[in-house]
């Protein structure tokens, strides 16, 4: 099964900053060209799953019920523009709760994939930080980094682990995988 993982913030819809989160629908702006790029990856036959770290849950700085809500406008839309997500997996904890979904750990992508036949190896795992970048290579897939505003080439040189490709954003990363393996 053709599968691929997607990170939410700064990968579908714009990321609020350092530190912020978005907190509500109202804060939510899809990037340019992530729903078509959403849709493509649907017409092309992969499974897409969202894994995103929301530790402002457990900050108290919005409830779940609007992270659900977001959650179901962003896949409406998706939806109605002909793209279709499997699942959306967050973790609501804090780092110093320990739990075992928190980004750079893989308990997100394992439970989201449960059941399905995924070569990890052939999967990658898109995201714009270090943490996703960490949990690709953590679960055994290939790594792409979108700089959408987060981060920037300059800064990648002190990562300990690199990411195996870097795009500018969603759209440039699905075109460039698509053209991947059609020789
Ligand atoms: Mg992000
Ligand atoms: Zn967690």
């Known amino acids: 099964m053709k599968a691929i993982f997607l990170d939410r913030d ?8 350092f530190g912020d989160y978005i907190k509500s629908w109202e804060e939510f702006q ?30 108290g700085l919005y409830p779940q019920e609007a992270l659900d809500e977001i959650t179901r406008n962003m896949l409406k839309a998706i939806e109605s523009s002909g793209g279709r997500v499997r699942s ?11 739990c075992n979904c928190r980004k750079p750990k893989t308990g997100m992508i394992e439970g989201a ?13 898109i995201g714009d930080s270090r943490l996703d970048v960490g ?6 897939c290939k790594t792409i980094l979108l700089l959408t505003g987060k981060e920037n080439q300059d800064g990648i ?27």
């Open 88 to 98: 959306v997996t967050y973790c609501p904890h804090l780092p110093e709760q320990g």
């Open 135 to 140: 949990v690709g290579r953590n679960a055994g």
């Open 113 to 125: 994939t449960k059941g399905f036949d995924i070569d990890f190896k052939e999967t990658y795992f």
């Open 30 to 59: 899809f990037l340019p060209g992530s729903i078509e790029a959403i849709k493509k990856l649907t017409e092309s036959g992969y499974e897409i799953f969202v894994i995103s770290n929301q530790a402002g849950v457990s900050k």
């Open 157 to 183: 040189k002190d990562w300990p682990i690199k990411p195996d490709f870097i795009k500018k954003d969603l759209r440039e990363a699905v075109e460039w995988l698509l053209k991947q393996g059609q020789g």
């Open 10 to 17: 700064g990968v579908i819809n714009r990321d609020p900053g």
